[in-house]
């Protein structure tokens, strides 16, 4: 239990140390997010990675392993790709595959069954770029990720899984140690090295977690840890294609776009979000631990659409000219 605190408190404190040494550094070798007004450096994304490796790995080695060693590697080499990605910009196809073949070399078949294990590489894909593309909101990414993580770490704990606990614990603890840097105004960004490392460790974790359970519950459990992204890719999905515009192209029509052009704060949308995503991970938690029925995954879903419809009629590529500097600052467009 000590062990665990203490490694959740080293996790928190090296990550916020670490993502503001390297902010320099960064800024030196123009590793910036290059679609705001002024340089970010993506030093935090580096930072969760290289803090969380290294402490879930000394407390595996200490405790003669978790059995999430592989966990580690392949979450690893998503790092490696977001972090290529950061620099040179890679095709979205590049991305996609090299996610996929990760996911599919840890994805747990023996439990789930080879037809559900590759519905789960599918999904894990998905919430992977699902994380990436919600990393353009200060302390958006960071926040849902904290939450997410902590909620994973609730269902590996009722199941006495320690090690997917352990890493879920130190991950969102250096996700909390990156916000300090990344509230708004942000001084540091995740990155794709960031977003989609801890998106994809995140998926595999709770895939991992909810493995040998009847599939239509675990659907509704991995939807609920995971509300506001899932929700997020809907509305742009659904926005994009009645909109009839090209599905992968950018544009500003995420939900913190549309709640910022409501005239919400950008700390607001964070904590917004936020509050929805542990609403949300709570009822996932309670329904994988068998405290409530699957009607809480239904309001989840419900209340899912109910905000997806609401905030699609929110327009997005209307007449920009007609909003504020400060909004139209705000509205960042993301790969994704």
């Not at 090299?98 to 590489?121: I, K, W």
């Amino acid at each position: 239990m000590l062990y665990g605190i203490a490694a959740i408190a080293t996790a928190l404190l090296l990550t916020a140390l670490l993502a503001a040494a390297l902010r320099i550094p960064a800024l030196r070798l123009r590793l910036v997010e290059r679609r705001r007004q002024r340089d970010v450096p993506l030093s935090g994304g580096v930072a969760v990675v290289v803090v969380t490796a290294s402490v879930v790995g000394v407390e595996e080695w200490g405790s003669a392993g978790g059995g999430i060693g592989g966990l580690l590697v392949a979450g690893g080499v998503v790092a490696l790709l977001g972090l290529v990605d950061d620099v040179w910009r890679l095709r979205r196809r590049l991305l996609a595959a090299g996610t996929a073949v990760a996911a599919a070399c840890v994805v747990p078949y023996a439990e789930a069954g080879v037809g559900a294990g590759l519905l789960g590489v599918l999904w894990v894909v998905g919430v992977t770029f699902a994380f990436r593309g919600i990393d353009h909101a200060d302390g958006l990414a960071g926040a849902v990720g904290v939450v997410a993580a902590f909620g994973v770490a609730a269902c590996a704990a009722v199941d006495a899984r320690d090690g997917i606990a352990a890493l879920m614990s130190v991950l969102a603890a250096a996700l909390t140690g990156f916000l300090l840097h990344n509230w708004h105004p942000a001084r540091v960004a995740l990155g794709s090295c960031g977003s989609m490392s801890a998106g994809f460790v995140i998926a595999v974790a709770a895939v991992h977690v909810r493995a040998g359970f009847g599939l239509g519950e675990s659907a509704g459990v991995l939807f609920a840890l995971t509300a506001v992204v899932c929700a997020d890719v809907v509305l742009v999905l659904l926005s994009r294609r009645l909109g009839g515009r090209a599905l992968p192209r950018s544009g500003p029509d995420h939900l913190a776009h549309r709640l910022r052009r409501l005239g919400l704060t950008v700390p607001g949308v964070t904590l917004l979000l936020g509050f929805g995503a542990f609403s949300a991970a709570l009822a996932g938690v309670l329904a994988h631990a068998g405290r409530v029925g699957s009607g809480a995954l239904w309001w989840v879903a419900g209340g899912a659409l109910v905000v997806v419809f609401a905030l699609s009629r929110v327009p997005v590529y209307a007449d920009r000219r007609s909003v504020s500097p400060q909004v139209k600052g705000s509205l960042r467009v993301r790969n994704g």
